[in-house]
């Protein structure tokens, strides 16, 4: 459910103003060719009617994809000079948007993070993505080694730039995961595939913790 608004917009070579349509409201989960757009940079690019120059639309804009727990307010650069505004422009905004989407649960978003410019966003996305291979490719080896699979909490992983699921290596008594378990589970995988860039880097984070990392 993807929202266009249109809105007059200047060309930053100072041409004359003109009106336009952007979006500002993305569900990555839905609007897989927004999505595409947002990660090549074409999102909100517009061509100038005076001098044919490209240039963003200074516009916010919200991406939202619940099922990854992301939720970004992007703002543009230039909304920097006045973050502690715009951050409580995103605090009012989101209290608006849990109290809309109240009766479905599974569409309330995770904890909203203000960006100012599209580029981080992007790098984001992208780290995503590369995650999600790897991600993909270890739950194929835990189920040849049989090793149950633990769902870290997404957002929690992407803060640290680690996968956001975790073997865990029972023992036949053993009826909840603890670390012990989980970092033998991490050698088990490693020693089938030592290449898991995001594994190895729980493995290191792991070792030196005293608890599991929030698991859904």
Known sequence: MALKGRVEVKCPRGCGEMDSDVWSFIRGDRDEELKEALIDGELNLLVCEECSGVFYAEVPFVYSDPAAQMLVFCFPDSFKA???RWRDKMHEDYAQM???????????PAEP???FGIEPLRVMLKADREMEIEVAV??????ELKLPILQVKRSFARGGGVPWVLPCRLSAKAKTATLAAVLKGLDELLARNDVLAGFQRWKVVLSSSKQLPPLI
Do not use: N
């Open 82 to 84: 006045e973050e502690s």
């Open 113 to 115: 993070q203000l960006l």
């Open 138 to 143: 270890a739950e194929a080896l835990c189920r």
């Open 98 to 108: 849990k109290a809309i989407l109240t009766d479905d649960k599974r569409s309330v």
